[in-house]
């Protein structure tokens, strides 16, 4: 039977298309086979087994339903995978989340919908596309249950999500935040549960939301949780790093952990604190540790009923912050690695390893180099009571000796030297009077103004309270020799520095106001104001020098000097940041000649120590523009670069990069700048890279950039004793035997690398790096800007401003003593601190460790800790003195 005519003429293409159409069905049927295929006969189970489900899931009857999510859920919360693949049933389910997520939209509301809602939120977690947010959105559909028993992939995968729908919903204000703050608690207590508190505390920074830790936190985890809340917050924008910091501090005083509370108290700079916890804390050994910190620190604090009830207890405590224990300790230190025996220039410059002519270069100059040997010998033998040019004993020619190194010295030399008394006296207040006692009578106005900054420099960092040092200096300010006024006043802003005394305001205020005061002495008062109320932010201070800047004579303003009324202003603000402000926006009123140095010193002072980025680009800026001559506001901003760098490790090595560039494209005044730069940076922390440019630089065809390095060479090896240093400097004063001025600066550098016989150091930072003392680094501050213009200030008649460099000594010493505060040597491994802020479990904190016993140095960037569980320290941090109090756990192995 023949075929009937084709009804449908397109009859055979469809034909042709359903065969094509089943070809490649036939084709992925293969293909989904030789998949099948590939998989193990479990895989292939499994996977036949939650499609079924997935068709279950769909069923009208709801107890099947259940009975699918049910056993779904049981397989997606069992499976486990490497941390590379995703786990099979979320990957066998991925072709039906786009049925399941339809079939979702048609269920009515009932327990199976949540439960649905709950899997479909752990699928959308490999599954749902970029920036839709599904895994939340399906979370707060779902039910209430415990979101941690998904895992913690899951958990970390919401937290993010939750960001981002934070994020939105603040711009949006209509939406209300409820639902995403109850899963940031769940999330928050997981976290905490499972050792993850950085990213509890991450996910917290990200909802604004700090709060909730201290509620989350408990003893295990309390001290991890706030090393890396004050970790983070060196890179958080202001006033962000704050409220992390304020968190900290507040979580230490829930768990009594008192040391800590007040290092974060002294962090923030803020009394309220720093009382709060002499308050609330009983332990009267604890408040001696504290007394100890806040000595370290530099703080002057009067102790009332309040924080200390007993009066005898008071009247230690005061004394131990009066620092009045400091030389005592130092020198028992000296004992112990004995290094007691005094030393001579000689002994430092060690001219006998060095070829023939330097060592013939003695005789030239030779008030110049005795003036060296001075400095030198201060620097080296600081603090030990006695030395082999000033402090002869009796024995030897019943001291005549004594006044002839004096007279060795010319005119303004004399005045160091006699000053130099004080520095080898330095901390023992009592003998150190008597023994300059003798010079403050004799009739050479030099020497007895000498003796009067030598008599700040023995009180340097020690308070007394019959202040000997504002009694005998007080008469001075205002004798008529310019000479004398300038070293008592000089001595005052040494001895008090920090202090806040309203005495010596009243005293200087008048003098600074006074149109006949002698540009010189005013400029000391001014810093010595500067240093009295360093980083106090005191309106009254500021209004007299900034009336004082105003007030000066075209010629006044070219006299070198004068570019230390902008630092003594600057450190009025000293790390306080915004409050500079207004003081800034008033400096932009001066004299053409000063309104930009002034600015830029105000900015560079008031964000040093803080590493805040901007700023540091700010003044970048500075340096890159290209100027006539005679400005000289780009040397302070190369010094606020290396200020505001030196917060943290990461800043500093970038901070040192950028002035290698300087180096390279910059004009020559920045040039000149940029070696005291780094040595700031690397203050007593000799790092080999910046020792080998500086040390490049110290033979540059510019003198003042030579000059400028070989002071830096001393102050990155500042009482450390480098070997290496000592070498190169040796070299230096052989290479510049003929250079009246290098060999001076070369042999400033060798007393500094020598500082103390190594016991000293100079970085302002203390407590693991962790807290700067700015009564230290304003030291700091004021003898590198002394160095801007070496020619004017240091190798002109104006030495003795290197005398400042003695704020910010501090011997680098760890000090274990009893409860009754006498030493008490234990075991200790001292090695490289390792940063620990973040990383699992309890990793070591130091690496490279040597064992010693107490008393012992740190090196920068060491940490000690304890070998024995014999004693407990009642500071986490071992620096400087710390009390040890005996376990009581402690059981002797027989």
Same mark, same amino acid.
Not at 415 to 443: E, F, P
């Given at each position: 039977?023949?075929?009937?005519?084709?009804?449908?003429?397109?009859?055979?293409?469809?034909?042709?298309?359903?065969?094509?159409?089943?070809?490649? &069905?036939?084709?992925?049927?293969?293909?989904?086979?030789?998949?099948?295929? +590939?998989?193990?006969?479990? *895989?292939?189970?499994?996977?036949?087994?939650?499609?079924?489900?997935?068709?279950?899931?769909?069923?009208?009857?709801?107890?099947?339903?259940?009975?699918?999510?049910?056993?779904?859920?049981?397989?997606?919360?069992?499976?486990?995978?490497?941390?590379?693949?995703?786990?099979?049933?979320?990957?066998?389910?991925?072709?039906?989340?786009?049925?399941?997520?339809? %079939? !979702?939209?048609?269920?009515?509301?009932?327990?199976?919908?949540?439960?649905?809602?709950?899997?479909?939120?752990?699928?959308?977690?490999?599954?749902?596309?970029?920036?839709?947010?599904?895994?939340?959105?399906?979370?707060?559909?779902?039910?209430?249950?415990?979101?941690?028993?998904?895992?913690?992939?899951?958990?970390?995968?919401?937290?993010?999500?939750?960001?981002?729908?934070?994020?939105?919903?603040?711009?949006?204000?209509?939406?209300?935040?409820?639902?995403?703050?109850?899963?940031?608690?769940?999330?928050?207590?997981?976290?905490?549960?499972?050792?993850?508190?950085?990213?509890?505390? +991450?996910?917290?920074?990200?909802?604004?939301? #700090?709060?909730?830790?201290?509620?989350?936190?408990?003893?295990?985890?309390?001290?991890?949780?706030?090393?890396?809340?004050?970790?983070?917050?060196?890179?958080?924008?202001?006033?962000? *790093?704050?409220?992390?910091?304020?968190?900290?501090?507040?979580?230490?005083?829930?768990?009594?952990?008192?040391?800590?509370?007040?290092?974060?108290?002294?962090?923030?700079?803020?009394?309220?604190?720093?009382?709060?916890?002499?308050?609330?804390?009983?332990?009267?050994?604890?408040?001696?540790? !504290?007394?100890?910190?806040?000595?370290?620190?530099?703080?002057?604090?009067?102790?009332?009923?309040?924080?200390?009830?007993?009066?005898?207890?008071?009247?230690?405590?005061?004394?131990?912050?009066?620092?009045?224990?400091?030389?005592?300790?130092?020198?028992?230190?000296?004992?112990?690695?004995?290094?007691?025996?005094?030393?001579?220039?000689?002994?430092?410059?060690?001219?006998?390893?060095?070829?023939?002519?330097?060592?013939?270069?003695?005789?030239?100059?030779?008030?110049?180099?005795?003036?060296?040997?001075?400095?030198?010998?201060?620097?080296?033998?600081?603090?030990?009571?006695?030395?082999?040019?000033?402090?002869?004993?009796?024995?030897?020619?019943?001291?005549?000796?004594?006044?002839?190194? #004096? %007279?060795?010295?010319?005119?303004?030399? &004399?005045?160091?030297?006699?000053?130099?008394?004080?520095?080898?006296? #330095?901390?023992?207040?009592?003998?150190?009077?008597?023994?300059?006692?003798?010079?403050?009578?004799?009739? @050479?106005?030099?020497?007895?103004?000498?003796?009067?900054?030598?008599?700040?420099?023995?009180?340097?960092?020690?308070?007394?309270?019959?202040?000997?040092?504002?009694?005998?200096?007080?008469?001075?300010?205002?004798?008529?020799?310019?000479?004398?006024?300038?070293?008592?006043?000089?001595?005052?802003?040494?001895?008090?520095?920090?202090?806040?005394?309203?005495?010596?305001?009243?005293?200087?205020?008048?003098?600074?106001?006074?149109?006949?005061?002698?540009? +010189?002495?005013?400029?000391?008062?001014?810093?010595?104001?500067?240093?009295?109320?360093?980083?106090?932010?005191?309106?009254?201070?500021?209004? #007299?020098?900034?009336?004082?800047?105003?007030?000066?004579?075209?010629?006044?303003?070219? @006299?070198?000097?004068?570019?230390?009324?902008?630092?003594?202003?600057?450190?009025?603000?000293?790390?306080?940041?915004?409050?500079?402000?207004?003081?800034?926006?008033?400096?932009?009123?001066?004299?053409? &000649?000063?309104?930009?140095?002034?600015?830029?010193?105000?900015?560079?002072?008031?964000?040093?120590?803080?590493?805040?980025?901007?700023?540091?680009?700010?003044?970048?800026?500075?340096?890159?523009?290209?100027?006539?001559?005679?400005?000289?506001?780009?040397?302070?901003?190369?010094?606020?670069?290396?200020?505001?760098?030196?917060?943290?490790?990461?800043?500093?090595?970038?901070?040192?990069?950028?002035?290698?560039?300087?180096?390279?494209?910059?004009?020559?005044?920045?040039?000149?700048?940029?070696?005291?730069?780094?040595?700031?940076?690397?203050?007593?922390?000799?790092?080999?890279?910046?020792?080998?440019?500086?040390?490049?630089?110290?033979?540059?065809?510019?003198?003042?950039?030579?000059?400028?390095?070989?002071?830096?060479?001393?102050?990155?090896?500042?009482?450390?004793?480098?070997?290496?240093?000592?070498?190169?400097?040796?070299?230096?004063?052989?290479?510049?035997?003929?250079?009246?001025?290098?060999? !001076?600066?070369?042999?400033?550098?060798?007393?500094?690398?020598?500082?103390? &016989?190594?016991?000293?150091?100079?970085?302002?930072?203390?407590?693991?790096?962790?807290?700067?003392?700015?009564?230290?680094?304003?030291?700091?501050?004021?003898?590198?800007?002394?160095?801007?213009?070496?020619?004017?200030?240091?190798?002109?008649?104006?030495?003795?401003?290197?005398?400042?460099?003695?704020?910010?000594?501090?011997?680098?010493?760890?000090?274990?003593? *009893?409860?009754?505060?006498?030493?008490?040597?234990?075991?200790?491994?001292?090695?490289?601190?390792?940063?620990?802020?973040?990383?699992?479990?309890?990793?070591?904190?130091?690496?490279?460790?040597?064992?010693?016993?107490?008393?012992?140095?740190?090196?920068?960037?060491?940490?000690?800790?304890?070998?024995?569980?014999?004693?407990?320290?009642?500071?986490?941090?071992?620096?400087?003195?710390?009390?040890?109090?005996?376990?009581?756990?402690?059981?002797?192995?027989?």
């Amino acid at each position: 039977m023949a075929a009937g005519p084709n009804p449908n003429p397109n009859a055979g293409g469809a034909d042709q298309g359903a065969a094509a159409k089943s070809a490649t &069905k036939d084709l992925k049927k293969k293909k989904d086979e030789k998949k099948d295929e +590939d998989l193990s006969d479990e *895989d292939l189970a499994l996977k036949q087994q939650l499609e079924l489900y997935v068709e279950r899931v769909q069923d009208s009857d709801p107890g099947v339903q259940r009975l699918a999510l049910e056993s779904m859920r049981q397989e997606i919360r069992t499976a486990t995978s490497s941390m590379t693949s995703v786990p099979k049933p979320l990957k066998f389910l991925r072709p039906h989340y786009g049925t399941l997520k339809a %079939f !979702f939209e048609t269920v009515a509301e009932s327990d199976v919908k949540k439960y649905l809602a709950d899997i479909l939120s752990v699928l959308a977690m490999t599954m749902s596309a970029e920036g839709e947010q599904e895994s939340l959105k399906y979370r707060l559909l779902g039910s209430e249950g415990d979101i941690g028993s998904w895992g913690h992939e899951y958990v970390r995968n919401l937290a993010g999500e939750i960001t981002e729908e934070y994020a939105k919903r603040q711009h949006n204000d209509d939406l209300p935040m409820d639902d995403i703050m109850e899963l940031v608690q769940q999330i928050v207590a997981f976290h905490m549960k499972h050792n993850a508190e950085p990213e509890a505390v +991450d996910l917290l920074m990200e909802v604004e939301d #700090l709060d909730l830790l201290v509620d989350n936190v408990d003893s295990t985890n309390y001290k991890r949780t706030c090393l890396y809340l004050t970790s983070a917050s060196s890179y958080l924008p202001g006033p962000d *790093d704050i409220v992390a910091i304020d968190i900290a501090y507040t979580i230490y005083l829930k768990f009594e952990d008192w040391t800590s509370a007040l290092r974060i108290a002294l962090f923030l700079d803020n009394i309220q604190y720093v009382k709060q916890v002499y308050t609330l804390c009983e332990d009267l050994l604890q408040k001696k540790q !504290f007394s100890f910190i806040l000595a370290q620190h530099g703080l002057v604090l009067e102790l009332d009923d309040e924080m200390v009830a007993d009066d005898n207890d008071r009247e230690a405590l005061q004394d131990i912050i009066n620092n009045v224990k400091l030389s005592e300790g130092y020198l028992t230190l000296a004992r112990d690695v004995e290094v007691m025996e005094p030393k001579s220039p000689e002994d430092i410059y060690k001219a006998h390893l060095i070829d023939g002519r330097a060592s013939a270069s003695a005789t030239l100059d030779s008030a110049r180099q005795n003036l060296a040997a001075t400095f030198v010998n201060a620097f080296v033998n600081a603090g030990f009571g006695q030395d082999k040019l000033m402090t002869i004993s009796s024995e030897s020619s019943s001291g005549s000796s004594t006044g002839n190194w #004096l %007279f060795k010295n010319k005119e303004h030399g &004399k005045a160091s030297a006699a000053a130099s008394l004080g520095m080898i006296m #330095l901390w023992d207040v009592d003998s150190g009077l008597a023994q300059i006692d003798k010079y403050l009578h004799i009739a @050479d106005n030099h020497i007895v103004a000498g003796a009067l900054l030598g008599v700040g420099i023995v009180n340097c960092g020690i308070k007394n309270d019959c202040d000997p040092a504002l009694a005998i200096l007080n008469d001075f300010v205002t004798k008529d020799d310019p000479t004398m006024r300038i070293g008592a006043i000089m001595g005052l802003g040494i001895a008090y520095a920090g202090s806040q005394k309203e005495e010596l305001k009243l005293r200087l205020s008048a003098l600074i106001s006074d149109s006949s005061t002698p540009l +010189d002495v005013l400029v000391f008062s001014a810093i010595t104001l500067g240093l009295v109320y360093v980083g106090s932010c005191c309106e009254e201070v500021a209004q #007299l020098i900034i009336i004082a800047i105003m007030e000066r004579n075209e010629t006044e303003l070219n @006299d070198p000097l004068i570019r230390f009324l902008p630092l003594a202003l600057g450190l009025l603000y000293l790390g306080k940041q915004e409050s500079v402000e207004p003081t800034a926006e008033v400096s932009k009123t001066f004299n053409e &000649k000063i309104k930009k140095y002034c600015d830029i010193t105000l900015l560079s002072l008031a964000y040093a120590g803080t590493g805040n980025v901007l700023k540091v680009q700010k003044l970048l800026g500075h340096c890159a523009q290209h100027l006539e001559k005679g400005e000289t506001h780009q040397g302070p901003a190369v010094l606020g670069i290396a200020l505001i760098a030196m917060a943290e490790e990461l800043g500093l090595d970038m901070a040192i990069r950028s002035l290698e560039h300087l180096l390279q494209y910059g004009e020559q005044n920045i040039r000149r700048v940029v070696p005291l730069a780094l040595g700031l940076l690397c203050i007593s922390n000799p790092k080999v890279n910046v020792m080998d440019t500086l040390s490049r630089l110290s033979h540059d065809s510019d003198g003042e950039v030579s000059m400028a390095a070989i002071i830096s060479l001393g102050l990155i090896g500042a009482g450390t004793n480098n070997a290496r240093i000592s070498g190169m400097l040796r070299n230096l004063s052989s290479y510049y035997y003929k250079e009246a001025g290098h060999l !001076f600066c070369v042999r400033i550098a060798q007393g500094l690398v020598h500082l103390g &016989k190594g016991l000293l150091t100079l970085s302002p930072y203390h407590s693991d790096r962790f807290l700067l003392s700015p009564t230290r680094l304003a030291g700091l501050v004021t003898v590198l800007h002394a160095c801007l213009d070496m020619k004017s200030t240091i190798l002109a008649k104006h030495h003795y401003m290197l005398y400042f460099l003695v704020l910010a000594m501090q011997p680098r010493m760890l000090m274990t003593v *009893d409860e009754s505060l006498k030493p008490l040597s234990v075991p200790v491994r001292v090695g490289q601190a390792v940063d620990v802020v973040g990383q699992a479990g309890r990793p070591k904190t130091i690496t490279g460790f040597q064992t010693h016993s107490t008393p012992v140095l740190l090196a920068a960037g060491e940490r000690a800790e304890l070998a024995t569980e014999k004693y407990i320290p009642l500071s986490p941090v071992l620096e400087g003195f710390v009390i040890l109090k005996e376990n009581p756990d402690y059981r002797e192995e027989n």
